[in-house]
Every structure is written in C-alpha cells, then in structure tokens.
C-alpha cells in the first residue's frame, strides 16, 4: 500500500472548497457552505482562515466570501505559461478571422473547463464571456466536444460525475440525449450547441488531442443565434482544420 503524503487530505479538502466558492455565482455565507459541503463547521472554519490567511479568498462585508485578488495573479502567471494557449494563438484567430465569429480556447478543471483565451468578433454584437469564466461540461459545445474525445472508460466516470443542471431552457438534462449527442460529435468531429449554455447563442465546439489521441483543450466558435448562417459548414469546415493543426503541432 502507498504511503499517503502528509497533509494531503486537507490541502484537498481547501481545494475543493476554494473551487466550490469560486464557482458559485452568488458569493456563499457561511451558512450556505455549510450546507452545500461536506464539511463540519470546525472543519470548515478552520479551512476558511487558511485560505484567507493566503489571500486566496476574502470575506465582504455582508460575511459572504469571494475570491481573494492572489487568485488573479496566479490564473495570470498560468495563462502566460499556457503552452496550448500560446500554441493555439494564431490558429485561433485566424479561425476567428475566417467566420467573423467569436473563438474560445479552454482546457479541463475540475468537473467543467476554463476559458484561457478568447478571440473577439469583429462584429457589433459579440458574447459577454470573459476569461477565466468556468463553463459545465454538459451545457457547452466546448464542454460536449471535450467529453466526446474520451475514452468510453474515462467518458463514464466524467458523465457520472456531471450534474446536469439547466443553464436554459434548451440545456440537455437528460444523460441518454447527452450520450447520443457525444456520439454524434464522435462520429463528424464536431459538436452544435444550440443556446444550451445562454440563450440566443449557438456554438460549434471540437477537441484537440495530444499525440495520444488524448483530449487537451476544446476550441468553440460562438455565434448569435440572429447571425447563424444556414451554411453551418462555414463554421464547421475551418473548425476541424484548426484542431487538425493544433494536433499535429502537439504530435
């Protein structure tokens, strides 16, 4: 048996509830924690004060807690040490150049991914993500893209550990319809999402694999829902010969 590494068990434990903070939309009392995590309330204090003794969150004045403005210089160093983003730099905004459409670059966290970098539409209207903005794995095209590409063993572990909330009225909740949409993307390489992460945007998403066949990161191409051509290979056909480049570029 491995001998487990001291302390390992309660850096986990204030990881995770650093993430369940971060991702939660309205900034958490403690009440809210308590009830929304695993934790005793010795516990949970406990790894409170650790985390805001390393700046890491903050507590507001209403007692609600938020990330703490470390958190901002570490994602920054991160993404500036982001081989795949400096990789995909160029491949993706000439994927933006040749729709017009608004690109999306985000790797895996956690149970969802990250946006790392994003090339805006030119466009008057353009999308409201930014940087940084943690997207469900169920509800986004870069979300379906990335599940797509796993293994059917790791695919099961990722679906069973996926709750699949509504996002909005058009987010698939159903665990059979989000199968048979993986394998749809399997099968052309592709995913359309169809406003299931915010309504009246669609997006066309796909996975770049490392040299072993392994997924990396998920590119989307986001287009408002007024804008969408009906020739939606524009979209797809540069879509898969960007992530076509970006994989031999990992190989």
Same mark, same amino acid.
């Given at each position: 048996?491995?001998?487990?590494?001291?302390?390992?068990?309660?850096?986990?434990?204030?990881?995770?509830?650093?993430?369940?903070? &971060?991702?939660?939309?309205?900034?958490?009392? =403690?009440?809210?924690?308590?009830?929304?995590?695993?934790?005793?309330?010795?516990?949970?204090?406990?790894?409170?004060?650790? =985390?805001?003794?390393?700046?890491?969150?903050?507590?507001?004045?209403?007692?609600?807690?938020?990330?703490?403005?470390?958190?901002?210089?570490?994602?920054?160093?991160?993404?500036?040490? /982001?081989?795949?983003?400096?990789?995909?730099?160029?491949? #993706?905004?000439?994927?933006?150049?040749?729709?017009?459409?608004?690109?999306?670059?985000?790797?895996?966290?956690?149970?969802?991914?990250?946006?790392?970098?994003?090339?805006?539409?030119?466009?008057?209207?353009?999308? /409201?993500?930014? #940087?940084?903005?943690?997207?469900?794995?169920? /509800?986004?095209?870069?979300?379906?893209?990335?599940?797509?590409?796993?293994?059917?063993?790791?695919?099961?572990?990722?679906?069973?550990?996926?709750?699949?909330?509504?996002?909005?009225?058009?987010?698939?909740?159903?665990?059979?319809? =989000?199968?048979?949409? #993986?394998?749809? &993307?399997?099968?052309?390489?592709?995913?359309?999402?169809?406003?299931?992460?915010?309504?009246?945007?669609? &997006?066309?998403?796909?996975? #770049?694999?490392?040299?072993?066949?392994?997924?990396?990161?998920?590119?989307?191409?986001?287009?408002?829902?007024?804008?969408?051509?009906?020739?939606?290979?524009?979209?797809?056909?540069?879509?898969?010969?960007?992530?076509?480049?970006?994989?031999?570029?990992? &190989?």
């Amino acid at each position: 048996m491995s001998k487990q590494v001291q302390g390992t068990q309660s850096f986990a434990r204030s990881i995770s509830l650093l993430q369940h903070i &971060c991702d939660r939309q309205i900034p958490p009392t =403690l009440q809210d924690l308590l009830a929304e995590c695993d934790f005793t309330r010795p516990t949970l204090y406990r790894l409170l004060q650790g =985390l805001e003794a390393e700046e890491l969150i903050v507590q507001t004045y209403e007692k609600t807690y938020k990330p703490g403005l470390r958190l901002i210089h570490l994602a920054r160093t991160a993404l500036v040490k /982001s081989d795949i983003r400096d990789t995909a730099r160029e491949p #993706i905004t000439r994927l933006r150049d040749s729709t017009g459409e608004t690109v999306h670059l985000a790797v895996p966290s956690g149970e969802g991914l990250v946006y790392i970098d994003k090339i805006e539409s030119l466009q008057t209207v353009r999308m /409201s993500s930014t #940087i940084g903005t943690f997207v469900p794995l169920h /509800s986004s095209g870069v979300g379906k893209a990335y599940l797509s590409a796993l293994t059917d063993e790791d695919l099961l572990k990722h679906l069973g550990a996926v709750e699949m909330k509504p996002i909005t009225r058009f987010t698939t909740t159903d665990p059979d319809q =989000l199968r048979a949409q #993986i394998e749809r &993307c399997r099968s052309q390489g592709f995913i359309f999402d169809d406003q299931e992460n915010e309504e009246g945007i669609v &997006c066309f998403g796909a996975a #770049i694999l490392d040299d072993q066949a392994q997924p990396v990161a998920a590119i989307s191409i986001s287009v408002p829902l007024f804008r969408l051509a009906k020739d939606k290979s524009q979209y797809s056909t540069p879509l898969l010969e960007c992530v076509r480049e970006l994989r031999m570029q990992q &190989c």
